[in-house]
């Protein structure tokens, strides 16, 4: 760190936004990490089925697995399309 | 009753070698038996770090396969009468590391030994999970940077559930966080992680900031670990780690900028 340092001293480092984004990834991976493994080909069998008698997107569909102390929770949720 | 330390990362180039090969010497230094086992098997380097590159005979794998016994193939350090280097063999068979061959080793070790430090190879293949599957304290060497950071978190989800204490349901390993290749003057301008940022995300109890230093590359240059070293900042940061986990109360340092003003002011 020089003198000419103390003149760009008002520029934002780059490390808040490494914190941030490893914020947001750890806590991601971590909820991940006690998935069962079954998980993404139940989700895109699900959405397969879905799709037979809806016309919904990719998207449509989350599978989330939840799990504490006392029970594993399956959350299934499903966006229908607006009925027109 | 001996110890089993692993040290590890998850990413390469952190300092895993580095690290072993200081608190190895340090635990040595300070009269607890010990002994340094690199797990790296295929690509041997601790021999290198610790200077006894010359003196391998028999290695890890010798041993395993009882091609030599456990005697001839550790390899007494130079400098330090009560430690041991036990070298990684040079094989390309990634299945020479068995998971009974190495719990056999280690068992025969702890009969003598005090401490048993693991050098973990990087990555989470085999030889990163017998590193770390017998251990019960883990030093988790961490760069202040976003992929190491990522992948210590990752290392700390496996030693939580892959281990032979978590297997068995005992009490879990002991976890600590080994802060290495710090710079306190980029953490001041914000242009990198401070030990608070990374804590916040890892949740460990910090044994120690290394340095960046200049100390850390002589020392390999020469094959002798940076913590004899004595004068230099690294060298002084492994002392206090090694203290602090011998149960020592030493103040962090090496955590803020100390330049002068003046130095500061006109660079360097």
Redesign the interface.
Known sequence: ???L?YFRISK?????V??E???I??AH??SS?NQPSYLPQLQKELLAVIQKYVNVGQDAISVSFEQDEEQETLELNIVLPDQK | MARIIVVTSGKGGVGKTTTSAAIAMGLAKRGHKTAVIDFDVGLRNLDLIMGCERRVVYDFVNVINEEATLNQALIRDKNCNLLYILPASQTRDKDALSQEGVGRVLDELKKDFKYIVCDSPAGIEKGAHLAMYFADDAFVVTNP??SS??DS??ML?LLASKSRRAEQNEEPINEFLLLTRYSP?R????????VD?VQ??LSLHLLGVIPESKSVLNASNSGTPVILDEKSDAGQAYADIVARYLGEDRPHRFIEDK?GFFR?????
């Open positions: 760190m020089s003198l340092d934002v480092g780059t490390a808040s490494a914190k984004r490893l914020q990834l750890v991976e971590r990490k | 940077e976003v950071v990522r978190d990752r989800g003057d953490v001041k301008l914000g242009e990198m992680l401070s940022d916040d995300i330049k500061k002011l006109f660079g360097g």
